[in-house]
């Protein structure tokens, strides 16, 4: 069974940081771009920042770029989202999410093949 679990959530004042980690079990990691992205209510989940298998090619939505950086240890069959420079139009929900045919195809929810659950991020003013 497929489980891909994010922590690292919280409340942070802006200007702060955070950092997303998440951890798989049951897949082949490294068979897998692994993806974050976010959602708030109302909107669309978008893609925040896919990361190849051997982190050749990263990609940053324009929103984050310069502020947010992701990372993978293929070792510990984990990925990370360390954020900068928080504001308030980050909150949102964000997911952990594993693709085979994730950054190739587009950073996108319709590449993922396993999702988190997801964890909250919330930027006070």
């Known amino acids: 069974q497929v489980q891909v679990v994010e922590s690292g959530g919280g409340l942070v004042q802006a200007r702060g940081s955070l950092r997303l980690s998440c951890t798989t079990s049951g897949l082949t990691f490294m068979s897998y771009t692994m993806g974050w992205f976010r959602q708030s209510p109302g909107k669309e989940r978008e893609g925040v920042s896919c990361?190849?298998?051997?982190?050749?090619?990263?990609y940053y939505a324009d929103s984050v770029k310069g502020r947010f950086t992701g990372s993978r240890d293929n070792a510990k069959n984990t990925v990370y989202l360390q954020m900068n420079s928080l504001k308030p139009e980050d909150t949102a929900m964000y997911y952990c999410?594993?693709?085979?045919?994730?950054?190739?195809?587009?950073?996108?929810?319709?590449?993922?093949?396993?999702w988190g659950r997801g964890t909250q991020v919330t930027v006070s003013t």
């Open positions: 990361i190849t298998v051997n982190s050749a090619n990263i």
């Open positions: 999410a594993a693709g085979s045919a994730l950054y190739n195809a587009g950073c996108t929810a319709t590449s993922v093949n396993y």
